[in-house]
């Protein structure tokens, strides 16, 4: 174990601005002492996120998974939703603490999103919505789903929360569907500490959320709606409007990580390097890589905990499935989504963040190729 790491290396590293920039710029809340309730700054990030994401519409929340229940609850659906359990426990929860009953479908074995040659047949009287996931930032078959969802009658609601800047054909990714959601968690390509957004295009459904977020309160004497509270204050909407200037440069070192990942590890039988989609613009949120036991004769957990021991902590991002979490295990079975099934048991993704050095990412492959057997120096 000659590479161990003296010092550890975590899956993700939240990127912060300046310390002396945020300081100066929550100043002025300590004259105005007004720190939330769709405040100035709140508004002032709305609008330059919509800016940088070129969409019209979008609503400040408190994190990514307030934006899915109150996407879910503004379209004041019922009946049964079609999802992947390819992705992080919240997509299904939003769903279920909505009244709603999801239906999953199985994913993609190359890009993991939701394979949509088997949406279909998952349709029924009580479906309302397809709830589909651009899992690492990778872009669902938007086209053919808007097609079906077209088809069929059906919502659609994209779990965007990996998506931050992603464009397919030219076209941000979250402007597809009727609505799409993102994450502003401190572990997501862009942060404000904790946060989220819903992208929406219709300004009826952009009242409804604007007042769900607020408890429901229409007006001064007029609650019409069973709301929460999601608002995004003020010192966490100046953390975003300081983030979101160094965000394009955070995605170019991605970038330059992800590729250097890529040479690192390529050419091994038995592990998968991440799938690259054509006319997608990523954001490198993550670097998932899959181990064949067969081939390998070591496993991914084998790895994982081998790694541990080096000080490297990679993640087994998404495993266990949606539909094998204990809450969820006596109504469903991953079994029926065999796919998503055989990718959640041989995943794991490796440390990827702006600040990541290239040194390390080699460091890594090296222990990878170390503990799998197949050479030491790169
Ligand atoms: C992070 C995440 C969420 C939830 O976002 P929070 O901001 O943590 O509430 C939802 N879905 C996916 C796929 C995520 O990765």
Known sequence: MKNRLEKPIYVTRPSMPDYE????????????????????????????????????????????????????????????????????????????????????????????TMDVTKLEALIGKKTCAIVPVHVYGRVCQ????????????????????????????????????????????????????????????????????????NFGIRSEECTDGVGANAKMDELRAIMGLCNLRNVEAD??????????????????????LPFVQKDVKANYAYFPVLFDEGVLGIGRDAVYEELKKRNIYARKYFYPLANAAQCYRNVYSSSATPVAER????????????????????????NIREIIGRGGKI
């Open 21 to 112: 920039e945020y300081i100066e710029q929550i100043r002025p809340l300590w004259d105005s002492h007004v720190l939330t309730n769709m405040a100035e700054y709140h508004g002032r990030l709305e609008r330059e996120l919509s800016r940088y994401l070129q969409v019209d519409r979008l609503s400040l929340v408190t994190n990514g998974h307030m934006a899915l229940e109150l996407a879910l609850q503004a379209l004041g659906l019922s009946g049964e939703v079609i999802t992947t359990p390819f992705t992080f426990i919240s997509t299904t929860h939003a769903i279920v603490r909505n009244n709603l009953t999801p239906v999953f479908c199985d994913i993609d074995g190359r890009d993991f």
């Open 142 to 213: 938007v086209e053919k789903i808007e097609e079906i969802a077209r088809k069929h009658g059906l919502k659609v609601i994209y779990d965007a929360a990996h998506a931050f800047g992603v464009t397919y054909k030219g076209k941000p990714a979250v402007s597809y569907g009727d609505m799409s959601t993102l994450s502003f968690h401190a572990t997501k390509v862009f942060n404000t500490v904790e946060g989220g957004a819903v992208v929406y295009h219709d300004d009826e459904v952009g009242s409804e959320l604007y007042s769900l977020k």
């Open 251 to 272: 995605i170019v070192k991605r970038k330059a990580l992800f590729e250097t990942y890529m040479e690192c590890l390529e050419g091994i039988a038995g592990l998968s």
């Open 343 to 366: 990718v959640a048991v041989s995943v794991l993704t490796l440390p990827m963040y702006a600040d990541l050095e290239r040194r390390e990412v080699v460091l890594i492959c090296e």
